[in-house]
């Protein structure tokens, strides 16, 4: 039986780093590409030694596809391509190679400017990396070489999140990345087709919530903004230039909208900037409302944010600030708080992970003062307040996609190894299908069924439909072909009997029997034959029983009934030797009839 | 497999392909030459227009023709509701379409016409700049054709005097025919069917086929069709261009090898080069603004209006002129502008870097924050006429001059020599676009821009192609010196209202074999490389995919199926005796010869190619007998 393997090298019953390779029909894929943020040392990237201890990783891999531009899904692609030295073909979406090289950007800073790491990848690095990006978009069936074939769909995780199907041969599998099935503020619902793959790969990071929880966060965030500045205090917001800052943007907008505030909302010139550039660009992978109003009015085009001035940070009153960088590790968001942090009216709020080291962690771990190189002292008495919007599928969302794609098996990764276990249970049981969850270097090895592609003769086809319509209706009677099954060339066709003649170039020899049945029975011989129909019908159901002119066929089993009308009659029934199981069964059944 | 033509117009073509059992139509084009025919019909009343003298042909005295047509400078014109030619509609009922393929915006401007009050039950798949684009052209058409009122019925006696007429009106081809445009209601639901396809996604059709879009480089989201079966291939190609311009290049791989291609919508202009065109353009504006004089350039809402914006602007700019503001006017210009920037996935390569910085990938963007480029929806829009200066550009519709804002420009222009209008979509005959204006002191220039192939770049992708048949509108087919299409490839030629049969001929349908009952099989060998084995498989039917599984029950031993060449009757007898059936006794016959077994009351017949066996006896005396002739015969 075929197989198909996975092993994950990271997100296997955990969040983080994803990359998981995949194996099937000859073919190795590798589905996603990230890093970890809670790591500095080498554990931060997936181990490619796995694949291969030593020597080029190219010829392993025939393809790495990313779904997203999220860095524990694809922060390690420039490690691997220009550091590993892997340089067959990458894929993801268009949004995604535009978005991806800023973050990785971003993240290089952190890692090699502020904390000083060696051994990483350079900006040149990320530039080459993105070069060698084959964009893919939505639905386009990218054939990556004669067999192997990728599809992606919409996963409205962020802006241009895909899932992948990938096919080779007869097995297919689905990639999900992460993915969201309720549309959000910015982007639309995850959508598949019925495609049926043979294994659904999914993300569980919210495996065991069951309530779409993203709202009521967001009504906790907007409440807590607005009553920090309601009594005079200023909320800072560090975020990353991309992603969730986009989408805390277009919350706050239509609230200041809707509540009608005034007080001012800055983000920090730049970056952010740039960012909603893209997402105006890449207008056509957001939600419907978007794309129907951009005419008239493009979301990213926001009227109550205002580009932020450095000689802002000490104005007097409320005010609203995004700032980058998002772990408070350096520039602009942190200079905003060492000013801000002393005053308890203050609010800090954290939409994001922050890596052991920043200041951002410290103040998550609760450090009430924090001290600088420069031995500058800052105490923290500011609130502090951290909040994931992160859009993910929840438990209903993640059922809801099995039950739109029909897998034979589903595999559950990106999520706590507990929550996993739960879900897993409640998909066995209602699918009634298997379900996996493999460690970070477990295999989990999947059977397939075996299905050959074959070239059916039509006239065997047209055949089969004439007898099987002869009869009335029944969609549970068997249709059964006959014919010759020929190999040529390691191509498979399924011919009739005159067609594997033709093409050998043989001339076929038939062999026909015909044994008679005596029989009483006074009158004509077509009355005779109108009776031995019936019986005949009686004992033969679903089979097809024709009479003409005295002449009855039980399918190709012919029966003739000759004789004078007082006389005995004599019944000849003739069959093809191919037909002796139905012939020799008619002729015991005429000769039981008769005595 | 047939093909079925129902346009008479090749650049706005509407096939009918029926394979599989399937009907699929191939585009649906709107001819509009037949609006030519018709008065201007002016956004603002017009006194010219209206002061025309009527006409009626000589020797006629026909009151119901009273008021229907004007004479202009000796050319006669229809005073009514322009109307259109659609698809014929007579030749395949379109309640009976399963699928319409659309291959860019151009060629979809009949859709209302075939999917609406018609019984359409199919699916119609476009790419999604085809949708948007094309609802643009639609609605812009529809907005000026219904807002000039429908107060004046449509003229109708003239048709049936046609034949009194003078030329041209006297040679239009079935006026009868002709219909007015749909309403905005049918539009919008004829364009609510549409479902959005990517470039390369497949689309399964009912089970039977794969109709996969694929880049045709003529316009934004611009596909040619490919139509794939296990083992026919289709592909029609409709408006592509080998040019390098705003769209994503033309994808020739994908049309390679196919059993029939159906070739359409080529260059409308073959005598000009669109690159020559677009320089002189650029030189006649600039003369004409540097004289004092505004230019007027009547075009679709989008397509080549990109490139002219980009090309025009920068030549401006490098002549001085960058203070000459370009207006563009349409209903929906707004969405027009805005949505070409957004389609990053369908343009050029050079465009989608842009959008990587991130840029907008065509330079209108900048020209409108410039304060450069204007655009409104309409003359009498305020924001439009507050701002007005001359000299300027205006680009408006509709490129035929018989409605649209680009009418009433011309009516107020047209004394004017210092002023010029510039055509550039090929769709009309300038001539006959300003027959209706006439005398006309403006200047006209003709630079038309049609960038699909021309005959020489269609010769030379057909060659490359390779089809194993080839079909063409008559239009492109040979015929004295004009230039034509040929090839090496057998041609079908169809013209409006025919149909043809083609030479595709289905032999086999792909279905799965399971492993279960593959293995049941034990091919030998009958011959170098290629083995056989006789099997009985359950057919399973789902969704139109065939499977072979193994049919229920315990798998018996196959038994032969199919024997050849001669028997041997000597051998015959000794397999007979090794069987225990002995005391055969053998004698000729006509054709053979018959083996008598008297003990067990049987006869065989033997023959050359059949062996016929009476057999009265007991049924172990039968298998013996199948035995024995099996193993004088080559069998499987």
Redesign the interface.
Known sequence: ?PEIKITPLGAGQDVGRSCILLSMGGKNIMLDCGMHMGYNDERRFPDFSYIVPEGPITSQIDCVIISHFHLDHCGALPYMSEMVGYTGPIYMT?PT??IAPILLEDMRKVAVERKGESNFFTSQMIKDCIKKVT?V??????MVDNELEI?AYYAGHVLGAAMFWIRVG?QSVVYTGDYNMTPDRHLGAAWIDKCRPDLLISESTYATTIRDSKRCRERDFLKKVHECVEKGGKVLIPVFALGRAQELCILLETYWERMNLKYPVYFALGLTE?AN??Y?????WTNQKIRKT??QRNMFDFKHIKPFDKSYIDNPGAMVVFATPGMLHAGLSLNIFKKWAPYEQNMLIMPGFCVQGTVGHKILNGAKKIEFENRQVVEVKMAVEYMSFSAHADAKGIMQLIQYCEPKNVLLVHGEAQKMEFLKDKIEKEFKISCYMPANGETAIINT??????????RL?KA?AVRYNAQPPDPKR????????????NR???LD?DE??D??????????????VRFDDPGSAVKTAEKLKTLLAEKLQGWSITISDGNISVESVLIKVEGDDDNTKSIYVSWT??D??LG?YI??LLQSMVQ | MKLYCLSSDASKPCFVLSFKELLIMLDCGLSAHSVLNFLPLPPVPSTRLASLPNYTPPHVNDPLLEGELKECCGRVFVDSIPEFCPPLDKVVDFSQLDVILISNYTCMMALPFITEETGFKGQVYAT?PTLQIGRFYLEELSEWVSSCGSSSGAAKRWKELVHLLPPPLALAARPRAWRRLFSAAALARALSRVRV??????VDIYGALDA?AVSSGFCLGSANWVLRS??EKVAYVSGSSTLTTHPRPINQAALRGADLLVLAALTQTPAHNPDHMLGDLCVHATVTLRAGGSVLCPVYPSGVLYDLLECLSAHLEGAGLAHVPLYVVSPVA??SL??S?????WVSVGK?AR??L????FPHAALVRAGRLKHARSLHDDAFSADFRQPCVVFCGHPSLRFGAAVHLVELWANNPAHAIIFTEPDFPYAEALAPFQPLSMKAFHCPIDTSLNYSQANKLVRELRPRELALPEQYAGGGARPHISADAPTVVVRRGAARSLSVR???????????L?AR?T?RE??A?????????????RDAR???VA??GPAPAP?????????DVEALVRALTREGVTEARVEASADGCIVHLPRHDTLVHVE?????????GR?DV?QAL?RA??SC?PH?
């Not at chain 1, 069924?449 to 039509?458: A, R, Y």
């Not at chain 1, 093409?503 to 015909?514: C, D, M, S």
């Not at chain 2, 050359?608 to 009265?616: K, L, N, P």
């Open positions: 039986m268009h190679k535009a964009a978009t939505l639905h386009q069936s990218v599809k007869s740039k550039n893209y105006k660009m890449f207008i056509t951009f005419v069924p075996t299905k050959i592609p074959i070239d059916v003769s039509l086809l089969e068997r249709r059964v072909v006959h014919g010759v099954l020929c190999v040529k060339d498979l066709s399924f009997i594997i003649c093409e050998i170039g043989i001339n076929r020899h038939v062999i026909r029997f015909t044994s008679t030797n191919q002796e199981d020799s002729l015991g | 999604e396809v990517g470039y390369d996604e497949r996969t296990a083992h707004d969405s805005a949505y920037n957004i389609l990053a996935e989608q959008v990587y991130p840029e907008e990938p289905r032999r086999a349908a792909r279905a799965t074999l399971c492993g279960a593959a099989a091919p009958l011959r490389g290629l083995r056989a084995a006789p099997l009985s498989a359950a057919l399973r039917v065939l499977e072979l049919p229920p038994a032969p199926r199919l024997h050849w060449n001669a028997l050359r190619h059949a062996t016929h066996v009476f057999c009265e049924a039968r199948r002739i099996a015969l499987i």
